[in-house]
């Protein structure tokens, strides 16, 4: 079946610098990939999801590309900020309905 | 916006103990899911289920029953509890496989 790894599992940066967070899958017909933020204590929110092959996605601060060739799907949070400490599941579906998820980051941002 | 009820918050039961975790959601998803979350493990899925009375099993079923008697209601057993199952539980509903998921705020269990 589908195995999803994350990594890295902890990671700290300062304000302002970069973070990025990178998913590897097994499944090739997995198509459907989602990414979700969990602050603590709380439940898990959508921050994106993402169709199609590759792809950038752009939000707000964040950019997430997805390389279907290598099954690679990747965020970037652009200039981070204390606010975007928290914990990061990447999620992939292929047409099974199953949803697998990623191990998760716990990104630090230090001021 | 999606609202999927869990209950109860908290539960602390001992080995060999009964117990029924209980998911509702009001949006009429015909998905629902239920994982559990453990540090270094991320969200791992146990069973899921695609409407009433369907059942699907998904990575760490062993130990686990689920059934779903309603729309809207799925029920997670553990009917003789071990302390390997000590663990944030999480409910999920969803409509369609290309939609996202929305989650309970999760059960926390603890078997002693």
Redesign the interface.
């Known amino acids: ?1 589908e195995q999803v790894e ?1 990594r890295p ?1 902890h990671l700290s940066v300062r304000e302002g610098d970069s973070a990025v967070i990178t998913c590897t899958y097994t499944d090739p017909n997995s198509y ?1 990939f ?1 990414w ?1 933020k969990q602050e603590p204590g ?5 921050l994106m ?1 993402v ?1 199609s092959s590759t792809e950038i996605n752009e939000g707000q601060g964040f950019t997430v590309l997805l390389n279907k060739k290598d099954k690679r799907l990747s965020l970037n949070l652009t200039a981070a900020h204390p606010g975007d400490s928290a914990a990061y ?1 990447c ?1 992939v ?1 292929a ?1 099974t ?8 980051t716990r990104l630090q941002v230090l001021p | 916006e999606a609202a999927v009820t869990q209950s109860p918050r908290n539960k602390v039961t001992v080995t060999g103990g009964n117990v029924t975790l209980s998911c509702r959601q009001t949006n009429s998803h015909n998905y629902m899911y239920w994982y559990r979350q453990d540090t270094g493990h991320g969200l791992r899925l146990i069973h899921y289920s695609y409407g009433a009375g369907n059942l699907q099993i998904g990575d760490v079923p062993d130990g686990y029953k689920a059934t779903r008697t309603t729309q809207e209601d799925f029920f997670l057993l553990l009917e003789l509890a071990s302390p390997s199952q000590t663990s944030l539980y999480f409910c999920a509903s969803r409509q369609v496989s290309n939609e996202r998921l929305f989650f309970g705020h999760g059960t926390k269990l603890s078997v002693l």
């Not at chain 1, 709380?42 to 959508?46: D, E, F, K, T, Y």
């Not at chain 1, 309905?97 to 998760?104: A, H, L, M, S």
Request: glycine share 12%; charged share 10%.
């Open positions: 079946g994350q599992p459907y989602f979700y709380a439940s898990l929110q959508l999801k169709f599941f999620a579906s047409n309905n199953k949803v697998v998820f990623g191990t998760g």
